[in-house]
């Protein structure tokens, strides 16, 4: 039978190692330099320690990068929220500006043409034929007037009235009902204005072209032999009876000459911008001032007939 091994075998080869790790520890700390246990744990423990010192290394610039990666991106976050509202806050004061810009300019129209009775009115449509140059307007309260029908001294609104803008003629009243109107403009096919070239006076009449991809009139009636030019400016004659002289419609843009007959074909291009209107003027009726205001207007008293007969 096979012996069975004493049990105090592992313990006393235990104690002979410790003994043995204890001797070589306490020559190593004897010895002057590093001693061999020292260099031998070194060779054996080093490429261990710096595998875990560059892994831990690594793992603190990981974590490092990405708390700061957190904080660059709720940032950038904040920023974008700040720029969002700066945008819309810099859109809200640039709409004032237009709309006081467009503002101004409706009160520098009133104060140089004293000589007409106005009233405010807002473009809230457009017509979408391609063949029809319709406005739609909602009429300002007028503080002078109890409805929209009565204004400034129960001056009534009626077909056929002018309508401007700053800048010049935009059309005529096309109807009228309660604090809603429709304007025919200067460009539509049925619009038929009584003009006079500003330098040469040549006259002629503006009729719209009605084209659906652009705003212009032709002038017809434009004599052969007027020497009509290019950007000349193009104005109310006041010879219809329903504009009033002097208002502006558009320059000259070019001018061909017919071979016979006694007309020549130009064409006419609106000084109002009539795609971006926003406010519009209706011309109620002449005020009685002169256009700076600062008299009345006088008319001209018809020749006196002679008081003696002939001797």
Request: net charge negative; proline share 6%; aromatic share 4%.
């Amino acid at each position: 039978m096979p012996r069975s091994s004493s049990p105090r075998r592992p313990i006393v080869v235990g104690l002979l190692l410790i003994g043995a790790a204890v001797g070589l520890l306490i020559a190593d700390h004897a010895s002057t330099g590093r001693g061999p246990v020292s260099v031998t744990l070194g060779a054996l423990v080093g490429p261990l320690h710096r595998a875990i010192s560059a892994a831990g290394h690594d793992t603190r610039a990981l974590w490092s990068h990405y708390v700061a990666l957190s904080e660059v991106h709720e940032d950038n976050a904040a920023l974008r929220a700040r720029i969002g509202e700066l945008e819309e806050r810099a859109a809200s004061v640039d709409g004032l500006r237009a709309e006081n810009q467009r503002l101004r300019a409706l009160l520098d129209l009133a104060d140089t043409r004293k000589d007409l009775r106005l009233r405010s009115a807002r473009v809230v449509g457009r017509s979408v034929s391609d063949f029809f140059r319709v406005l739609k307007l909602t009429l300002e309260v007028d503080p002078q007037g109890e409805d929209a029908g009565d204004t400034r001294g129960g001056a009534e609104l009626v077909v056929g009235m002018p309508v401007i803008a700053p800048g010049g003629v935009v059309g005529q009243l096309r109807s009228v009902d309660g604090d809603r109107a429709e304007v025919l403009m200067l460009t539509d096919l049925r619009s038929a204005i009584d003009v006079v070239l500003e330098t040469s006076r040549a006259r002629g009449v503006a009729v719209g072209t009605g084209e659906p991809d652009r705003y212009a009139a032709r002038l017809e009636y434009l004599q052969r032999n007027e020497a009509t030019a290019i950007d000349e400016r193009v104005v109310t004659s006041g010879d219809d009876g329903r504009y009033p002289a002097g208002l502006v419609v558009g320059r000259v843009t070019s001018v061909k000459p017919q071979p016979h007959g006694l007309f020549q074909d130009a064409e006419v291009e609106p000084f109002v911008d009539l795609s971006a209107l926003e406010e519009v003027y209706i011309v109620l009726g002449p005020s009685g001032l002169t256009a700076d205001g600062s008299e009345l207007q006088r008319e001209k008293a018809p020749p006196s007939a002679p008081t003696g007969g002939p001797r």
